[in-house]
């Protein structure tokens, strides 16, 4: 961005001609596009630190960073040299070592918690949860049966999609042995309690369905620190905790899949880390190496014997550009101070969302850890009845004004790049407010 550089800068009402143009021609082939693409069919050209370019010459404040992706913003001078570098040496060697995968591995070790250590390398999330409870599996001489939280996301393959609330009548039945469990969501409590003075029945229902459900096969759970996927949805500090020692105490895994809630994105390394907990497994994906893709899983050292009986081959997985761009990522975390950034742009957001919040009638909830944030649209805020028709209108007409984000029904996500500015969320957080408030009056509430 250049000193003078106005953004957001809106020259052409978006989605724009151009957009529409090379939309048709790719939706001639690509089907399938995310609700998101469909309700606001823009076309990126570029992007540089904390701003999209459309291929209109619109420029967009990015609250999303791809999807939870970006993690030190578009094209980082640093990781673009380093896998710059990688992509004229050495692009693909199998799973041989190469000196960049030492060195990558080397560093995520020093980032991991406890003693994590055992690594295997993958492209995407789901097929690091995939291989994660592969992990669980060989540990556990077998045992197969995963429990997991409604509304939770782990991914589209075969047992990662089981273990999620994906909710499609045609990819068939769960895998066997994947149960999930009543979500500790005290927000929309699914048990119509209140806290604290539920004590956590939740947890019970955890342990009644690992207990009533499981057939003697009970491996792991498998959890999202902070639910992304369903808005952000961050849990009592107890609740980690609590499931550990509901693992532990019937020898089973606790596996922490923080591929959207890891590095760095709630203000520390690791979201576990908020509730001192050390998970068997953890794994991480999505903002590992700046956008590049790459993700794996780690496991604690004294079961690193268990990853020898399978193997971590993969056609890609752990390339030497993928492991360039995550070790200069790591390089630019310890250089530049991104989870003081994160802790400081989170908490400015915050506070103007729960001001946000008091001056809007459809403001349910304003919620978050870090830069993993969210706000909760609702039609009344005693009953909290989601208000998805205002969801829609709120993320088209912000879009449409120069922020980029991710809607979820009634549930605004907000997920910037972790260099993100207080003066450009400032400006992105106008346009939100004003949006809302347009909401307000087309719905009729004032
Ligand atoms: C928590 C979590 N796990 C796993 C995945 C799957 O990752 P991918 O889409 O890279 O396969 C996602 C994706 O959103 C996620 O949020």
Redesign the pocket.
Known sequence: MSEKEKIPNIVINPPGPKSEEWHNRASAHMKGYSSQVKQFPVVFESGRGNILYDVDGNSYIDFSAG???TSTGHCHPKIVEKTREYVGKLMNCHDFTTPIKAMFMEKLAEHLPGDLSGIQLF???????EAAIRAVRTVKDGKYEVFSFWG??????TQ?MSL?SLGNYYFGPRFTGSHLSATPNCYRCPLKQQYPECKLICMDVLEGTIDKEGTGMQAAVCM?PI???SGSVVYKDEIMPRVKQICEKRGMFLVD?????GFGRTGKMFCCEYYDVVPDII?F??GVAGGF?I?GFAIKKEYDWALEKMSASTTYGGNPMACAAGYATLQVFEEENILENVNKVGKFIMDKLSKMKQSHKIIGDVRGKGLLLAIDLVKDISTKEPFTEAGKFVYENAFSKGVAWIPAGNILRLAPALIMTEELADKALDIIDESITEAEKKFGYF
Do not use: M
């Open positions: 999807i939870y992706c492209n995407g999330g789901s097929e690091a949860v939770d996301w782990h991914g589209k393959t990662s999620s999202e639910q992304g996927y899949d923080e591929v959207l809630a794994v994906g999505k893709p993700s």
